[in-house]
């Protein structure tokens, strides 16, 4: 039993045409996740398992959805008793905490705004989020690190009224597990302006900040139906099935794979609370665990690839998807002969669910993002909004959202109105990102606007490249960047970490080049290559392509 039936007007579909046609999203009045869902699976079946949780220490706990809503009661009234009150920010430092549902739930339930945050946060990242999200409370995970970059930023921090620590005791901090030992389990949904409104805000994300500092992102209350999508036609969850999302709970990835649509699809959440990541162990766990349905980005998939995957019974895993970044072709494909299945490839953003996607009703291209998810209108348009015809290049959009905003787009930049202005304008939400679609209606991600290479007259897709160099069995992982030429004046350039076994040389570099151009147009090969120990990173994980570009510009 799931509850994908009450929010969708038809769960099952003969064709992706059927799916464009009849896919419709019914949004409750005054919908909220923890009561119309958790709450309510409570209620049905409240001995169904709703999580596993599990860390490196062999520590493991299940929880029931009956146990979700008693903890997640006893947080609402935790947190009430503390002064957190409907439209109040909370600041949630948790890592893959199985306390951050519970948290967020409890949140929820008070109408209070949560705002999920990576354990990688320094003071200065605090500080700024504290600021420009005017933050009441920090719900942090007792680590040194975390617990030191918190009572830095407190002196900066003029709107955080208390902390809280989970898992631990220290002075100045309230004491999340004994405040919560002691809170009442009954709890009673609230009335007229007490209770939420679907336009209400739910939660805040930071974006990465690749080339500026972090936009909040705003979502409501109806944000969590747009992952209905997600779950049950991209990842292809199933009803009862164990699923695992490898993401942290600071990023928008945890919300695609790891709260939303998987449970109201009726799966069985798998929280891997791994202290840094390791293929061998991320294997382990999904044999031991019997895991059905896998998502995780491109680069966890590499180094999954590295190891020998023969040694793992993987036999479970009936789906496989990926997002985050694009996935390369040779990735697909050495995953699909060691295993049997295919990386379903989805794309989209903090500020939406899957944008497109690898549906179920037509054939997997390597390389594709898949095809346009019919629950937004979305378009490929030109620099004047016209729309791009097949094959030629453009900006990925939305259209039709000033009066008809889709479930799953968020609201805009909280306290950004010039931000939101560059997004949203001519009754359009802007991806930022150029594609093109081919005469099958499949779209192939570009780059970013700013990644786009502009070299000796040709617009290069750094993707494109990147596909082609990772293909080489020395590269583990690559970026490929415009970098300056005093001749040329910009060049191809790669960016290369090496798989174990290769060590850097003039003549490797050669190597690469030569299969480039064998396997893409030989004006794309990179006439530059650097090999480096690890690639810059934001905290989220994405490459940061325009870090490498200013250096080279240096």
């Given at each position: ?353 899957v944008l497109v996607a690898n549906f179920e009703w037509f054939d997997v291209l390597p390389g594709s993002m898949g095809k346009p998810n019919p629950a937004y209108n979305i378009d490929i348009a030109d620099e004047d909004g016209n729309s791009c015809r097949e094959g030629v290049e453009g900006e990925l959009i939305i259209r039709g959202v000033n009066q008809n905003k889709p479930v799953g787009l968020c609201c805009g930049y909280y306290k950004n109105e010039e931000a939101t202005a560059r997004a949203w304008y001519d009754d359009a939400y802007h991806t930022g990102d150029v594609v093109y679609k081919d005469e099958h209606g499949y779209f192939w991600f570009v780059g970013r606007n700013d990644d786009v290479i502009k070299a000796s007259g040709y617009r290069i897709s750094p993707f494109e490249v990147e596909s082609a160099v990772i293909e080489h069995p020395a590269v583990v992982e690559c970026a490929v960047t415009g970098a300056p030429d005093k001749i040329r004046g910009i060049v191809v ?62």
């Amino acid at each position: 039993m799931n509850l994908a039936y009450r929010f969708l007007e038809k769960t099952d579909f003969q064709s992706y045409e059927d799916f464009c046609e009849n896919l419709k999203i019914k949004t409750p009045e005054n919908f909220n996740f923890a009561y119309d869902v958790m709450d309510e699976y409570a209620r049905l079946e409240p001995d169904r398992l709703a999580l596993i949780w599990c860390n490196d220490d062999n520590e493991e706990r299940f929880i029931t959805f009956g146990e979700m809503k008693k903890y997640s009661d006893q947080a609402a009234n935790m947190f009430k008793e503390q002064g957190i009150k409907k439209g109040d920010k909370v600041m949630l430092i948790l890592r893959r905490r199985y306390e951050f549902y519970f948290a967020i739930f409890g949140l929820s339930k008070i109408g209070a705004v949560y705002i999920p945050s990576t354990d990688q946060l320094t003071e200065k990242d605090i500080i700024y989020r504290n600021n420009a999200g005017g933050i009441k409370m920090i719900v942090a995970y007792n680590r040194p690190d975390i617990i030191k970059h918190v009572e830095n930023s407190l002196e900066e921090s003029a709107t955080i009224e208390k902390i809280m620590l989970v898992g631990g005791k220290r002075q100045g901090w309230l004491d999340y597990d004994s405040l919560m030992e002691n809170a009442s389990e009954e709890w009673t949904r609230p009335s007229g302006e007490d209770n939420t409104k679907n336009d209400d805000m739910m939660l805040i994300y930071f974006t990465s900040g690749t080339t500026s500092m972090p936009k909040m992102t705003l979502h409501d209350y109806t944000y969590p139906l747009g992952h209905l999508v997600n779950a049950k036609y991209w990842q292809r969850v199933v009803d009862g099935g164990v699923h695992l999302t490898v993401a942290d709970s600071g990023w928008a990835k945890f919300a695609w794979g790891k709260l939303y649509g998987q449970w109201i699809c009726g799966v069985v959440m798998f929280l891997y609370d791994m202290e840094r990541f390791d293929p061998d162990h991320l294997l382990k766990k999904l044999e031991q665990y019997r895991i059905e349905t896998f998502c995780a980005p491109p680069t966890i998939y590499r180094f999954m690839l590295q190891q020998e995957m023969d040694q793992y019974d993987l036999s479970s895993l009936v789906h496989c998807s990926t997002a985050g970044e694009p996935l390369n072709p040779d990735v697909f494909q050495r995953f699909y002969q060691k295993t049997g299945l295919q990386i379903l490839n989805g794309f989209g953003q903090t500020e939406t669910s899957v944008l497109v996607a690898n549906f179920e009703w037509f054939d997997v291209l390597p390389g594709s993002m898949g095809k346009p998810n019919p629950a937004y209108n979305i378009d490929i348009a030109d620099e004047d909004g016209n729309s791009c015809r097949e094959g030629v290049e453009g900006e990925l959009i939305i259209r039709g959202v000033n009066q008809n905003k889709p479930v799953g787009l968020c609201c805009g930049y909280y306290k950004n109105e010039e931000a939101t202005a560059r997004a949203w304008y001519d009754d359009a939400y802007h991806t930022g990102d150029v594609v093109y679609k081919d005469e099958h209606g499949y779209f192939w991600f570009v780059g970013r606007n700013d990644d786009v290479i502009k070299a000796s007259g040709y617009r290069i897709s750094p993707f494109e490249v990147e596909s082609a160099v990772i293909e080489h069995p020395a590269v583990v992982e690559c970026a490929v960047t415009g970098a300056p030429d005093k001749i040329r004046g910009i060049v191809v350039k790669a960016t290369v970490v090496l798989a174990k076994g290769y060590t850097p040389s003039d003549e490797l570099k050669k190597d690469i080049q030569d299969y480039v151009k064998k396997v893409t147009a030989p004006y794309k090969y990179p006439r530059i290559i650097e090999f480096v120990e690890e690639l810059p990173k934001t905290i989220s994980g994405k490459i940061k392509r325009a870090q490498i570009r200013k250096e080279d510009e240096k």
